[in-house]
């Protein structure tokens, strides 16, 4: 398109932050650079990654809009969700009905790198208040990894796999992201839709999305994360005001309506 006239314009919308490094983290780098200098207008998934193109040069940077999807319901009742968690605990078998009244901490996310699972397993070893198990949904290339690390350490911990997240969301007590980086992640939008607390890492786009809504944490802090997990399990009135900024943050998240406005705008196209 370089030169050309009368063609349409080059719009190139950013997903993610170079985490990788060597010879991929230098290639992504160089593509960045064309791409700041080519393209008519960059959309950026979070304020970092913005900022990062206007150094490369981009002549015009947006923030991208990221639709939030409406939570569906939950597609089993919460006490069989329960049951099912406990049912896969450690010791399950001894003591089925006190497993099932300890808090559930969840986190949804792909067992990958980015996602920062080390540090959630680093924390979870407490002790907490309520002592609480940690859910992880999702797959990955890290589920071996981490199920051993789990229980060679004898970690509170279930890797549930693939869920629906209105059925454990309906059941958490808090939403965990130990991201190491994210854009705006769909798992989050819909903890706030859901009206849990969240803590999560102060990366990419999270804080801009949750605002009052969570606690956030350096990223690969666990002590820090520790820290705020233990508050949030100790001090329900903080817990309360968190649901609350929550349900109130979710209702302001874009549609697919406001995405589509962002959208054509970028192509100077009238909505």
């Known amino acids: 398109l370089v030169g050309a006239r009368g063609w349409p314009r080059l719009v190139v919308t950013l997903h993610n932050a170079v985490t990788a490094g060597g010879a991929i983290g230098a290639v992504y780098r160089l593509l960045e650079r064309i791409v700041a200098r080519r393209a008519d207008r960059v ?23 990221v639709p939030a999807p409406p939570l569906a319901e939950p597609a089993r009742p919460a006490e069989d969700v329960r049951a099912e968690i406990a049912a896969r605990l450690p010791g399950a078998a001894d003591a089925p009905q006190a497993l099932q009244e300890r808090p559930i901490v969840l986190t ?66 808090a939403v965990i992201v130990p991201s ?12 706030l839709r859901a009206g849990r607390p969240i803590i999560a890492t102060r990366v990419g786009g999270v804080p801009r999305m949750v605002g009052e809504a969570a606690l956030l944490v350096p990223p690969q802090d666990p002590g820090a994360l520790s820290r705020e997990i233990g508050r949030l399990l100790g001090d329900p ?19 697919e309506d406001a995405a589509l406005r962002a959208v054509l705008a970028a192509y100077g196209l009238a909505s």
């Open 108 to 173: 949804v996310a792909r067992l990958a790198q980015q996602k920062g699972l080390e540090t959630l397993l680093d924390a979870a070893a407490g002790p907490y208040k309520g002592d609480p198990v940690f859910v992880i949904a999702g797959d990955g290339p890290l589920r071996e990894e981490l199920q051993a690390r789990v229980e060679a350490e004898e970690l509170p911990v279930v890797l549930y796999g693939w869920a629906e997240p209105a059925d454990l969301l309906q059941v958490a007590t």
């Open 180 to 191: 190491r980086w994210e854009g705006q992640p769909l798992s989050v939008q819909e903890a």
């Open 237 to 255: 009135a903080l817990a309360a005001r968190l649901a609350e900024a929550s349900v109130r943050r979710g209702r302001e998240l874009p549609d």
């Open 43 to 65: 959309l950026a998934i979070s304020p970092d990654v913005a900022e990062r193109m206007r150094a490369r040069g981009a002549r015009g940077v947006d923030l991208a809009v």
